[in-house]
């Protein structure tokens, strides 16, 4: 696809983002995209054929860009500390910023059970985010910077703390409090204490 067609795509995968977070995923419509792109039916069209497949492509494209954005730096010796302060103060931001959550969608989506018995399941998604902390987990191990853990046990902390809150931010108001308690909480159990 050219530069201008790559372009679009992105334009169009940023403004449906906007309305999954604002609406969730079942409500939204084909037409809702045009609207809020400007693009005619036929110019969203000639780039997607549903609204299920921007999404998907929404949702793949986070796992991946952080997997490989996780796999270079360790590739280039990157501090493991250092990865997972990044990671973990990016996960704090977006806890609490139930505006841009795409937790609401997520959970409509993949909660239908025709997707779900399909190879976009949420267990995919699962599997990769896994496979990036267990990877970066592994290597503050290895590096030492890092206890010895059960790195699967300290990812399903992660995860599971980390889209509870954010599917709670669509229901109440999170004070900031709470993020940074679960990311205390997980630099506790993975970087040894300071002497």
């Known amino acids: 696809m050219s530069f201008k067609g790559d372009k679009t795509r992105q334009n169009i995968c940023d403004e449906a983002y906007k309305l999954f977070s604002k609406r969730g995923y079942k409500d939204i419509t084909m037409k809702d995209i045009c609207e809020q792109t400007g693009l005619s039916r036929g110019g969203l069209y000639r780039h997607y054929d549903s609204v299920e497949q921007i999404f998907l492509e929404i949702v793949n494209d986070f796992s991946t860009e952080q997997k490989d954005e996780v796999s270079t730096k360790i590739a280039n010796h990157v501090p493991a500390s250092t990865i997972l302060n990044e990671i973990l103060s990016r996960y704090a931001n977006e806890m609490i910023d139930s505006e841009n959550s795409l937790s609401q969608a997520i959970y409509e989506f993949y909660s239908n059970p025709e997707i779900s018995k399909t190879k976009n399941s949420v267990v995919r998604q699962y599997e990769i985010s896994k496979s990036t902390w267990v990877d970066l987990i592994n290597y ?56």
């Open 140 to 195: 503050g191990m290895a590096t030492k910077e890092f206890k010895k853990v059960n790195p699967e046990g300290v990812f399903n902390i992660i995860i599971f703390s980390y889209q509870g809150v954010r599917m709670y931010s669509r229901l109440m108001k999170i004070d900031e409090t709470i993020p940074n308690k679960i990311i205390t909480e997980i630099k506790r159990l993975l970087l040894p204490e300071e002497v």
